[in-house]
C-alpha cells in the first residue's frame, strides 16, 4: 500500500508542503503584479508627468553628459546606458519610448533632440537604434535642473549598485504641456497635451489665488494644443475633461476649399487630429472612392514636403465641397474622438485629477524643490562661510599658525595643534593646511573677505527664503516666467464652438428646389424656376442628363431648408438636410446617393417626406407596400434618426416598400394599382404599431396587379376641393372629384380608378392636385414637363383621360410631381390642340 502522507497545517515546519488558497494566492499575486504595472510602468506622476522609462531615459543621458552644448551622441550608446543601469527591460521598449520624446508630431515639447530618422506622421518606425543619434533638448535641461542639490529623493536600481531619482524636479508642469497615455492593469490614461505659455500662465494665476476655479483656470488654458495642431470643435468636452478628469474631445482636421478651372473644387487638407496616421487617412479616402461610397471625388494626392502638411483632394464639377467634406468628416478620422483621461499617481496612487488638482500637486511639488534647494544652497554657504571664517582668523595670527605648523613633525599633528591649540575646527584646520603660500597676499585677503560678507548676504537671504511661503511661490513665479520667456510658442490647435451645420444653414439661401432621384440612384437639388410652364401636350424640356438606361425616377419639390425623410424599397428610413443634397446643373447627373446615405447592395430610396420636429405628437406615417399592405407608425419614433438609418417596416419576402404619407390619425387613405383599381378608407382601420411590425391588407389585389400610389385625403384637402390626379404611363392624365371615391372597408378589392387600355397603358400615378398648382410629368428618357393642372380636363372616374404629354413610342411617364404655380409667362409655342381620343372609352361604375 502506498504510503499515507500528512501534509502540515504548522506555519513552522519549513521546508515542508503546506496548503494554500490557491483563489487567495491568484488574488494576492495579481494585486501585486497590478500595482507593479501601475505604479512602475504605465502612468505618469502627477510631479513631473514622467512614467519611470522616460525619467530613466532623461537621467541617464544627463549623466552621460548628452546635453545641448555637447555633440550627438549613437542611440545605441544611451540605450545600453539605460537597460545596464536603471532599466531592466527590452531595448525595444526603451528606444521607442526615447523615440518619442524627440517627435515633433506625438510630443508637443520635445525633450530629446534627435537625428536621423525618427519615424514620421505617416507611421514610418524609427531608423534602428545604430543609426540614429539623440541629445537632451534645451527644453529638458529644464526637468533635470537642480537635480544635483538634492531636491528630489533617490532609490536604488534594480541590483541596488547605483541610485536614482523617484522624480524629476520639472521646473516646467510637463503632465499638462507634453500629456501623456498608457494602459495600465484596470485602468489607462490619456491626458492631452497642452501650450507650455498658457500652462505657466495658469499656474502664475493659481499661485496668487489659490482658491481660484477651473472656470478662472480656462481664462488661460483655453484647452488642449496638439502637436499636429487640428481643429477641436466645441468646448463641452473640455468643460467635461478639466472638471471631472474625463471627456470627449472633438478633433477635426484643418482644410480650405480652393476654386480650379472648370467650376470645380479642391479640398486642400493641412492639419490632422493628433495621432492620426496620415498616410492610412489617405488611403481611406480612396477606398471610399473606390467603393463608390463616395462619388465626387476625382483625385487624391500627398502633396506633403518638409515645408509642412498638404493633401489635395480634387472634386468633380458641380459637387458641393460642403458635402463631400461633412462626409469625410463623418467617415474618416479627417474627425477625431481624444477621449480625454486624466489619471496620474499621486503620492504612488493612482487617481483621477482635474486641471486644476494636476496644478496643484504640481505647485507643491515646485515647493517642496525650491525649499530643498533653498536648504542645500544654505548648507553650502555656511559650510564655505565657516572654511572663510577660519582662513580669515589664521590670516590674522599668520605668524602663530605658520610657527605652530613649522613645529609639527607630520600632517595630522599640525591639525590637532590647530584645532587644540589655536582653537579652529576640524574643516578649518584642513583648510588652512590646504591653503597656498598664494593667499598670504593682502589682495588675496581681500577677496576672502569680499567672498565672506557675500556669503553672509546669501545666508541671510536663503534662511528669508525658508522662513516665508511667499518668497518661495514668489521664486516659482520668476522661474516659471523666464521659461516661458525662453521656450513659449503660439497655439497650433484652434477652438471653434460646435456649429458648423447650424451656420451652414444660415449661410444657405431659403428657396424652392426641385429634388430628382434617377433609376440608378443618383440624387441632386436644382433651383424650381429652373422650369417654365408649357400648355398641355408641350415637348418639354430635358431635366437631367442621364446614362444609358438610367431614367429620373422620383422628383420632389422643397425648400433647401428643409429635413428630408428618405424610405427605401427595404423597409428602412434615413434623413437629410435638403441643402446637404448636391446642386447641380439642369442637365446635370448629380451625385450617387450612397454617398449620402448608407444603403445596403440593391436597396434604394422610393419615398422622400419633408419631417416637421415641431408637428411629432399625434401624427403618423403611414407606409403601403407593393403587394397591398399597408401599416401606421407614430411618427415621434422616427425623431432621433440614426445615421446608419432606422427600420421603419418588417417586409415580406419579395415585397418593397413603395410609398410613405404623414397623416393626422383623422385623414381617409387613397390606394392606386397599376391596374387602374382604387380604394380608399379611413386610417382608423389601420392599427398604428411599432416601427419594426408588419402592416395589415390593405387592398385584394387580382392577378398581376400591384399597388402603384397612395394618397391622404385630410380635412385641408377636403375643403380646398382638391381633385384626385391619375396619370398612365402613354401620357394620359385626368382629374376626377374626391366624392367619386366613396369610403369602403380596408381589405376590399376596391373600384375602377380609370378606363386603361393599350392606348393609356398602365397606371402611374393616382394623386391629389389643386387648380391653382403646376404639375411636372418626367419620362424614363429624362424629358420632363411643367403645366399648369387646370389645362387637365375633369372628367368621371371611369374615363380614360386626354393626352397630357407626349411619350416617344419606347418611353413611357414615370413620375408626377406637384408645385406651386408659377409666375412666369406662359410658353406660347406649345400645343393647345386638344386629343379627342377619349370620347368614349367608359366601363360601368359600380363597385367590382
Known sequence: MPEERNFPTDDNNIGNLMPINV?????KSFISYAMAVIVSRALPDVRDGLKPVHRRILYSMAELGVTPDKPFRKSARIVGDVLGKYHPHGDTAV?????????????????????????????DGAAAMRYTEARLSKLSMEMVRDLDKETVDFYPNFDETLMQPDVMPARFPNLLVNGSNGIAVGMAT???PHNLGEVIDACVYMIDNPDCSVADLMQYIKGPDFPTGGIIMGRNGILEAYNTGRGRIVVRARTEIEEMSGNRQRIVVTEIPYMVNKARLVEKIAELVHEKRLDGISDI???????????????????NANVVLNYLYKHTQMQDTFGAIMIALVNGVPKVLTVKQMLYYYIEHQVDVIVRRTKYDLNKAEARAHILEGLLHALDIIDLVIQTIRSSRTTQEARDRLVNELEF?????????????????????????????????????????????????????????EIRRRFADERRTEIRQMEYEVALADLIQEEDMVVTLTHRGYIKRLSLSSYRAQRRGGKGVTAAATREEDFVEQLYVMSTHDRVMFFTNKGRAFDLNCYEIPEAGRTARGMAIVNLLRLESEERVTSMLRLDMDRLEGYYIVMATRDGLIKRTALSEFANMRKSGLRAVNLREDDELISVQQTDGRSDLLIGTVNGMSIRFPEEEVRAVGRTAAGVRSITLRGDDKVVDMSVIDDSVRESG??????????????????????????????RAMALSEKTGKLVNLML???????????????????????????GRSTQGVRIMRVASDSRVVCVARSEREEEEIDETADETPETENEDGTVPDEEI
Open 301 to 319: 494626392r500627398d502633396e506633403s514636403d518638409r515645408k509642412g502638411m498638404r493633401i489635395a483632394i480634387e472634386l468633380k464639377r458641380d459637387v
Open 722 to 751: 382638391a381633385q384626385v390626379l391619375a396619370v398612365t404611363e402613354n401620357g394620359y392624365g385626368k382629374r376626377t372629384s374626391i366624392d367619386a371615391y366613396r369610403c369602403q372597408s380596408r381589405g376590399g378589392v376596391g373600384v
Open 190 to 192: 490619456n491626458i492631452p
Open 769 to 795: 392636385i389643386d387648380e391653382d398648382m403646376d404639375l411636372m410629368v418626367i419620362t424614363d428618357d429624362g424629358i420632363i414637363i411643367r403645366m399648369p393642372v387646370d389645362s387637365i380636363s375633369s372628367q
Open 23 to 27: 483563489e487567495e494566492e491568484l488574488k
Open 95 to 123: 528606444y521607442d519610448a526615447m523615440v518619442r520624446l524627440a517627435q515633433p508630431f506625438s510630443t508637443r515639447a520635445l525633450l530629446v533632440e534627435g537625428q536621423g530618422n525618427f519615424g514620421s506622421v505617416d507611421g
Open 425 to 481: 575646527t576640524d574643516k578649518q584646520a584642513q583648510a588652512i593646511l590646504d591653503m597656498r603660500l598664494q593667499r598670504l597676499t593682502g589682495l588675496e585677503r581681500e577677496k576672502l573677505q569680499q567672498e565672506y560678507e557675500e556669503l553672509e548676504k546669501l545666508i541671510a537671504y536663503y534662511r528669508q527664503v525658508l522662513s516665508d511661503h511667499g518668497m518661495v511661490l514668489g521664486i516659482i513665479k520668476d522661474e516659471l516666467g
